[in-house]
């Protein structure tokens, strides 16, 4: 059983989860260093996709640091991310 891979654009995730430049790094940074997350290019900006099973983590994670970042958000985030995997991805 692989993870698929679920993709976001990072301005939707700093728009909408109303999270700065350097918040988001700081958890995008720790996800990829962990293999939760693989960075990669769609069109000009810079779009995260995150491993099935590191969607838990993140909620942790999320929960876990100094932003305002609360349930509905966190479930916001997990319900975004999910929601922009690619049809042809899922197997």
């Known amino acids: 059983m692989s993870d698929k891979l679920v993709c976001v654009k990072r301005s939707s995730l700093e728009e909408d989860l109303e999270i700065d430049d350097g918040s988001l790094d700081e958890i995008l940074e720790s996800l990829l260093n962990q293999g939760f997350v693989t960075k990669v290019r769609i069109e000009d900006e810079t779009g995260y996709c995150l491993t099935e099973s590191g969607q838990e983590y993140t ?15 966190v479930e916001y985030l997990v319900e975004m991310l999910e929601s922009t995997a690619p049809p042809d991805r899922q197997s």
């Open 59 to 73: 909620e942790d994670w999320l929960r876990s640091l100094d932003v305002d970042v609360d349930d509905v958000t």
